[in-house]
Nanobody, 124 residues
Framework: QLQLVESGGGSVQPGGSLRLSCVSSATDFEYYAIGWFRQTPGKEREGIACISTDSRYSQVIDSVRGRFTISRDNSRKTAFLQMDSLTSEDTGVYYC?????????????????WGQGTQVTVSS
């Protein structure tokens, strides 16, 4: 069973930055596409960014484009979400998820493996 562990969340002021990490236990991590998702109370889990197995394809949603960057290092079995110019609207629990081979997915229903989430709070 693939395990994913997120870290890097915390509290930050508006305009600040955080870098989330998602470490995998899988020896074949390079065959899993990765997505980052955000959930806030009362709302459905929202796809934020996704990246293909070889990093050749990545996508972020409009509301974070130019501020968030998704990347991965297969040699370290780790995916990242760099978040800059944070606003209060970015507050939520952030999850990473993995799916075998399929790239370019922002629908949480397409992912099979999930981390436990890390809290991001943006507040002055």
């Amino acid at each position: 069973q693939l395990q994913l562990v997120e870290s890097g969340g915390g509290s930050v002021q508006p305009g600040g930055s955080l870098r989330l990490s998602c470490v995998s236990s899988a020896t074949d991590f390079e065959y899993y596409a990765i997505g980052w998702f955000r959930q806030t109370p009362g709302k459905e889990r929202e796809g934020i960014a996704c990246i293909s197995t070889d990093s050749r394809y990545s996508q972020v949603i409009d509301s974070v484009r130019g501020r968030f960057t998704i990347s991965r290092d297969n040699s370290r079995k780790t995916a990242f979400l760099q978040m800059d110019s944070l606003t209060s609207e970015d507050t939520g629990v952030y999850y990473c998820a993995a799916v075998w081979l399929r790239p370019g997915l922002l629908n949480p229903n397409d992912y099979d493996h999930w981390g436990q989430g890390t809290q991001v709070t943006v507040s002055s």
